[in-house]
């Protein structure tokens, strides 16, 4: 059992930057590729970015391009998102999740989620 902890959301101006950060426990993390997904009111989760097992290469919904960085220490156990130039569109929970097995260019299915930290961007 993986167990998934994100912190660092908030209320941010829109052209602003947070850090999101995930530490996880519970099993051997660089056996694990991870990724961010997140949720606005009355959406669907939907897949924001992903990185894999080594941290070598990511992928990203066409909106976070450019924008958002996934990145990941193994030694640490963490997993982050930076994300800049912040927009109001961007508000939602963003969930942290984990699972064994993906290929970066593929369908990422999360095996463990985290409980999802609040991001509010406002205009």
């Known amino acids: 059992q993986v167990i998934l902890v994100e912190s660092g959301g908030g209320l941010v101006q829109a052209g602003g930057s947070l850090r999101l950060s995930c530490a996880a426990s519970?099993?051997?993390?660089?056996?694990?590729?991870m990724a961010w997904f997140r949720q606005a009111p009355g959406k669907d989760r939907d897949f924001v970015a992903s990185?894999?097992?080594?941290?070598?290469?990511?992928d990203y919904t066409d909106s976070a391009k450019g924008r958002f960085t996934i990145s990941r220490d193994n030694a640490k156990n963490t997993v982050y998102l930076q994300m800049n130039s912040l927009k109001p569109e961007d508000t939602a929970i963003y969930y942290c999740?984990?699972?064994?097995?993906?290929?970066?260019?593929?369908?990422?299915?999360?095996?463990?989620w985290g409980q999802g930290t609040q991001v509010t961007v406002s205009a």
């Open positions: 519970g099993g051997t993390f660089s056996r694990y590729a």
């Open positions: 990185i894999d097992f080594g941290g070598t290469s990511t």
């Open positions: 999740t984990a699972t064994r097995l993906y290929s970066i260019g593929t369908r990422y299915y999360p095996d463990y």
